[in-house]
């Protein structure tokens, strides 16, 4: 593990990192501590795409962590940015929660062929065929389509459960189009984060839960990819994605001994 002694700063996942539902990872405000005390800079790059970032810093609060919302990347983060190359962007979101506050007060809200992004996130109980169907016709009138992530699964309070990447899948097959991903593991996202602390990929570490989206999306970018064995976290998974990380820790806990020498 000679690569530790060059790193400078981490990016880290959220949800399945420093918590799982609603209850946090055993060390895991120890862990954040550490890297205030020693001078690690660090920035959250989540594909959470159900809340706005002011709720996702409020709900850390409530679990013990102290955390800036400017701290927190999202891909609403990234898409906002993105339509910025076209004046008065007119959009659909297909979203739940309140991740609508990231974004302009412009929605779409007419018909087919006025839209000019259709932007998918993880809609939960909102991806209805109706509302799919409605994405499907705006598409093929010309709307770019959006993904906010295109993570296969999630751990949800009740168990794993599907995220965008799905539907975001069905909505490429119907309409024979190729979605924009502002997500992990889109390497522009991680430069968002990456530019905002100032640091160079080569001494960044990527801490997440996902074999794919955050190991091997960061290790694309020039970065090293740490995994944990908490949230989503699958052996059977990891041994047959053919993705080997830089370092698996059993959770962010380990971080402090590790980076210690212990």
Do not use: H
């Not at 993570?151 to 490429?172: H, I, K, N, Q, T």
Request: proline share 5%; hydrophobic share 40%.
């Amino acid at each position: 593990m000679e690569f530790l002694s060059s790193i400078r700063g981490f990016l880290i996942d959220l949800d399945g990192v420093l918590y799982t539902g609603d209850v946090p990872v055993p060390g895991a405000e120890k862990a954040i501590r550490f890297l205030n005390e020693n001078g690690y800079s660090y920035r959250f790059v989540s594909n959470t795409t159900r809340k706005c970032r002011q709720t996702i810093a409020e709900r850390l609060f409530r679990m013990g962590f102290d955390i800036p919302e400017k701290f927190i990347f999202t891909p609403p983060t990234a898409a906002v940015a993105y339509m910025k190359k076209k004046s008065n962007p007119r959009f659909r979101l297909l979203t739940n929660g309140d991740v609508w506050r990231d974004f302009p007060k412009s929605e779409d809200k007419s018909g087919p062929g006025t839209t000019d992004f259709v932007i998918v996130g993880d809609a939960g109980d909102e991806m209805t065929y109706a509302n799919l169907n409605r994405a499907f016709r705006d598409v093929l009138e010309g709307a770019e389509l959006v993904a906010l992530e295109y993570d296969r699964y999630w751990m949800a309070p009740e168990g794993l459960s599907l995220s965008a990447g799905p539907f975001v899948a069905a909505l490429e097959f119907a309409t024979g189009r190729k979605a924009v991903l502002m997500g992990k593991p889109s390497r522009d996202f991680f430069n968002l984060a990456l530019a905002d602390m100032g640091i160079g990929a080569e001494q960044v570490a990527m801490i997440g839960d996902d074999i794919r989206t955050d190991v091997r999306g960061a290790q694309a970018a020039g970065m090293r990819g740490v995994l944990v064995r908490t949230g989503k976290y699958r052996e059977d998974i990891v041994r047959n994605s053919g993705i080997r990380p830089d370092l698996v820790i059993d959770s962010i806990r380990d971080i402090e001994n590790i980076f210690r020498g212990e």
